[in-house]
């Protein structure tokens, strides 16, 4: 008879016992949602979608800066601080004409000042490119001389 008592009374423990934890898990989830879905959440994401957006525009501007101006300059020789502020003016011309009214409005109230924020942005863009340069200057690739054909073996391409 105790047996029967506690299984019984074990049953009824576990039966309410997934209940309430199903209803807690239901209030968080809700509570969860109602968070992905407040205006604090919308501004996170509309701010990395507008910062994901000017580093594409950056990073365009700052290559075609680079092929178009710099890379000549340095050739010569003559890539000097002015260059570098022309150089960087230019790209900061370029994101303007590309850069959407809404992302800036998005952008400046967070960052503030939009010249300063293209300005950081310009410069990890290009420390970003030189790092790749670097990495690719580095790579050792084997070339092996066949007659009438030049093979690269990419097996030993790190």
Known sequence: MRTLLLQILFTIITVFGIEILKVGFTYLNDAIDKFQKSKAMIKEVKLNAA???VQGIVDLAVTSVADAYVKGL???GKFDDV??????DKAIEIIKTYLPKNVE?????????L???LADKIKQSVDKTKN???MIAATPVEVT???????????TVA
């Open 51 to 53: 910062i994901d957006k």
């Open 74 to 76: 340095k050739e010569e």
């Open 83 to 88: 260059a570098k502020q022309l150089a960087k």
């Open 105 to 113: 409005k998005t952008i400046v109230p967070i960052y503030g000042d």
């Open 115 to 117: 010249e300063t924020f």
């Open 132 to 134: 790749i340069d670097t």
């Open 145 to 155: 001389t066949v007659p009438d054909a030049t093979v690269v073996n990419t097996d």
